[in-house]
Nanobody, 128 residues
């Protein structure tokens, strides 16, 4: 498994921006699809965004399309989630996740069960 550590959460006003980062260690980072999930109080953990092994493919849940952008740097073993135009509904604990990809590198995972490594989470609060 990969060890993951998120950073960058905090408080933002509605319409503002935050940038989340996830540092990975322990395995060959470029072998993993990287995902971001979030969990608000009383709700299930939900998919937010994912990026393929090479970084050439990304996928976003509909509610964040056009506002969030994710990227990865395989040389630095990091992924980021740039969150713009934040809305109160974006408030949650955000989790970084890694899922092993045995394909040629264009796969995207959107289900929790497809990821086998998780970070501890970072809180994002959005004030209206």
């Amino acid at each position: 498994q990969v060890q993951l550590a998120e950073s960058g959460g905090g408080l933002a006003q509605a319409g503002g921006s935050l940038r989340l980062s996830c540092a990975a260690s322990g395995r060959t980072f470029s072998n993993y699809v990287m995902g971001w999930f979030r969990q608000a109080p009383g709700k299930e953990r939900e998919f937010v965004a994912a990026i393929s092994r090479s970084g050439g493919h990304t996928y976003y849940t509909d509610s964040v399309k056009g506002r969030f952008t994710r990227s990865r740097d395989n040389a630095k073993n990091t992924v980021t989630l740039q969150m713009n135009s934040l809305e109160p509904a974006d408030a949650a604990v955000y989790y970084c996740a890694a899922g092993r990809d045995y394909s040629l590198g264009s796969i995207i995972y959107t289900e929790l069960s497809e990821y086998d490594s998780w970070g501890q989470g970072t809180q994002v609060t959005v004030s209206s």
